[in-house]
T-cell receptor
């Protein structure tokens, strides 16, 4: 059964810093990889997703995937206090199935 | 467009009670998911429906958890009987079916005493 693990469990960074969040998965046949962000008491909301090896950038956020290493990451440039939230990574084998989630990384950005 | 709506937002139950959580997906979405969220286990799949047909149900949750889609715009999750270990946030999510992005509701926080 697919295992999805995130690190670190929690992180405190100063405003303006680069933040890096990690996600590892166990099923090498996985084809869809995504990050969601959940502010306290709110619904998780999709941030970014990727299908193939490499990088994808959207604004201050970059997702990097290395299937051979069973690893993908989210990088946040110029972190802001509003980025403080729980970050969830998700993996699925293909488009027709459900996504498995990690337990999350709690990020706090301090002014 | 309205997002995913879940009711109630908070529920307190006594051990052994039956509770029903409700979800209205985004209009036009074909896929609907129920997940349970805890700090230790993260998000665990309870049920997955496509066009009202049950596609997956979380094996560990079969005995006391039952999700149904009465129609394409309404789903319920029944927990019977409740146990204190069921205390968690229950999230409902939907997606159009032609893309992978999930749209989540704000969840129902269940406390079982």
């Amino acid at each position: 059964q697919q295992k999805v693990q995130q690190s670190p469990e929690s992180l405190i960074v100063p405003e303006g810093a680069m933040t890096s969040l990690n996600c590892t998965f166990s099923d090498s046949a996985s084809q869809y990889f995504a990050w969601y962000r959940q502010h306290s008491g709110k619904a998780p909301k999709a941030l970014m997703s990727i299908f193939s090896n490499g990088e994808k950038e959207e604004g201050r956020f970059t997702i990097h995937l290395n299937k051979a290493s069973l690893h993908f990451s989210l990088h946040i440039r110029d972190s802001q206090p509003s980025d403080s939230a729980l970050y969830l990574c998700a993996v699925s084998p293909n488009s027709g199935t459900y996504q498995r989630f990690g337990t999350g990384t709690k990020l706090q950005v301090v002014p | 467009d309205a997002g995913v709506t879940q009711t109630p937002r908070h529920e307190v139950a006594e051990k052994g009670q039956t509770i029903i959580l409700k979800c209205e997906p985004v209009s036009g979405h074909n896929d609907l998911f129920w997940y349970r969220q805890t700090k230790i286990q993260g998000l665990e799949l309870l049920s997955y429906f496509r066009s009202k047909s049950l596609m997956e149900d979380g094996g560990a949750f079969k005995d006391r958890f039952k999700a149904e889609m009465l129609n394409s715009s309404f789903s319920t999750l029944k927990i019977q009987p409740t146990e204190p270990k069921d205390s968690a946030v229950y999230l409902c999510a939907s997606r159009p079916g032609v893309q992978n992005t999930l749209y989540f509701g704000a969840g129902t926080r269940l406390s079982v005493l």
